[in-house]
């Protein structure tokens, strides 16, 4: 049996509800539910409080009439800038170079894909901060796509954030672990791949342990590691500006030798660079934020946008001078051998200082990504249970440390899936592959609301050029990647269209999620002490 205790504030359409009590054998929570018209939740309450152990579940009812809160606009220009440069500069400087260089060649196409996989974000970004502002609403591109096209479209939409949720973190914590092992291990080593699986597995267990134990913990680990980010990329950056002012340009002037004519692979470049780009779809999140932002939001996407690809072309610059395209491809390590080469003429305890340096800070950072990556990704499953179009099962969430347990442990798993068979340059190229499917038809939706709701009010408009690039971009990168592999993307592409039938067998049907989940979603409320609200 249950009771209520006070509401609190939700994000999103519906409010909160915390209910504790006790496990009733001989009730039956769904047919309580039913009676008490809540949802969103596995459990059920009756007016009654039991005595015994005690379990908070989270449901949400669906009238409610509390108000929600309105957030403030508080954030600057500056403030904006500030917070959408932190998102998207990540770990993607240390990986991708090796990728791009690997399809197309040369140092020059190099650099020009990175201009380019710029302006592109910066097109996407533009695109999603009108969405945000029209639909401030948490859930990002889910929101949007369910608002333009309809719920089987945003089940689909979510299905395929599920997948991209396990490959990205397989990607960062593989990147850790490159780099981790070049502490105490040469790449040449027989037995390198094979444990740089494994400790990326063990990785992503320890982060998904730090996260189960409290929100507020995984931030304050998170916040060292970004400063050790920013140290590492800062170095290299005046490591690549002192060697080319000693004349080392050989590199540089390679230009464009070597150049892949296979037109078609480039796109999986574009996709590599995008990758480090990755943060810009965050910045509509706090579009609700901005102060006057028909003004200050479109100007803080465009500082940004030239602020990120700046940084980028710079540090590219810094890796071509200190490296060989040749040495570029081979490595997966770059920032360690591009210590390595610069103080190979300060001597063995130079070497060995770039070596450790960047292996350990590189290391580091990429583990906060993983962490902060984790976090973020782990919400997902909310916002399927809260739209019953996910088992609640895997919205539990923990008392005593108020984070989501089940969808966590889920999360890791898929992941850890992802680390075995995979490698990060295909990795990349699937989640970028998949991605934009749907970025592709949030742009769209840019345009499809235009016509459909021209009465909603519109904070600011981006010019109809820009979600039409963004939109044919979305169709070159979608259709180059097909044309480059075609069995890989075909299997990706299946793996999205099984949201169909998944859909209208099992989704499509009031609280059938939970047909098959609910015994064990009991079973797991008892042993985590855990509630099903996000």
């Known amino acids: 049996r249950y009771s209520s205790t006070d509401p609190v504030d939700h994000n999103g359409d519906a409010t909160s509800l915390f209910l504790t009590g006790t496990d009733s054998p001989a009730g039956d929570p769904q047919k309580t539910l039913d009676a008490q018209k809540l949802t969103y939740g596995a459990l059920t309450a009756d007016e009654e409080s039991g005595k015994g152990d005690q379990v908070v579940v989270g449901v949400a009812m669906e009238r409610c009439t509390l108000k929600v809160q309105e957030l403030e606009r508080s954030l600057s220009l500056l403030h904006t800038v500030s917070i959408a440069v932190s998102q998207i500069i990540g770990s993607g400087i240390f990986v991708s170079p090796n990728g791009i260089i690997m399809k197309v060649g040369s140092m020059g196409v190099s650099l020009l894909i990175w201009l380019v996989g710029g302006l592109l974000a910066l097109c996407g970004a533009l695109c999603f901060g009108e969405l945000g502002a029209l639909c401030p609403k948490s859930g990002g591109e889910f929101q949007y796509i369910k608002m333009t096209y309809g719920r089987m479209a945003a089940f689909a939409n979510l299905w395929v954030l599920i997948i991209v949720s396990s490959m990205g973190p397989a990607v960062i914590a593989l990147t850790f672990s490159n780099y981790f092992l070049s502490l105490f291990m040469d790449e040449s080593h027989s037995h390198f791949e094979i444990a740089t699986k494994a400790v990326a597995s063990l990785a992503i267990l320890i982060v998904v342990a730090i996260c189960v134990y409290g929100t507020k913990a995984g931030v304050m680990v998170q916040n060292f590691f970004m400063f050790m980010k920013f140290l590492a990329i800062g170095l290299l950056v005046i490591l690549g500006a002192i060697y080319m002012g000693k004349g080392k340009t050989e590199n540089i002037k390679s230009g464009f030798e070597g150049t892949n004519k296979d037109y078609a692979g480039w796109s999986d470049a574009v996709l590599s660079s995008l990758w480090a780009y990755n943060g810009w779809t965050s910045i509509n999140v706090i579009a609700s934020e901005v102060k006057n932002p028909k003004k ?120 850890m899936c992802c680390v075995w068979p995979g490698n990060i340059t295909d990795l990349i190229i699937y989640v970028g592959f998949l991605s934009w499917i749907f970025w592709g038809m949030c742009f769209a939706a840019v345009i499809v609301l235009r016509i459909k709701r021209p009465e909603m009010e519109r904070p600011f408009q981006v010019p109809l050029v820009i979600p039409v690039i963004a939109i044919l971009t979305s169709l070159y990168l979608i259709l180059g990647s097909i044309y480059a592999a075609p069995l890989k993307s075909g299997i990706w592409v299946l793996a999205s269209l099984i949201a169909v039938p998944v859909y209208y067998g099992y989704v499509d049907k009031e609280r059938s999620c939970d047909r098959w989940s609910s015994a064990l979603t009991q079973r797991l409320l008892a042993y985590f002490d855990a509630g099903t609200a996000a």
């Open 296 to 415: 200050n939001l479109p100007l803080a996407l465009i500082t940004t946008g030239v602020l990120v690809t700046f940084s980028y072309m710079i540090i590219n610059l810094s890796y071509h001078a200190l490296l060989s395209p040749e040495q570029l491809k081979n490595s997966t390590s770059i920032a360690v051998l591009a210590g390595e080469t610069f103080f190979a003429d300060y001597g063995d305890e130079w070497v060995f200082f770039g070596r450790y340096f960047f292996a350990a800070s590189v290391a580091l950072s990429t583990f906060g990504a993983l962490l902060s990556m984790i976090l973020a990704f782990s919400r997902l499953p909310h916002v399927g249970t809260m739209e019953h179009m996910l088992p609640s099962v895997l919205g539990l969430v923990s008392r005593e440390s108020k984070t989501p347990v089940t969808s966590l442990m889920f999360l890791g798993f898929t992941s």
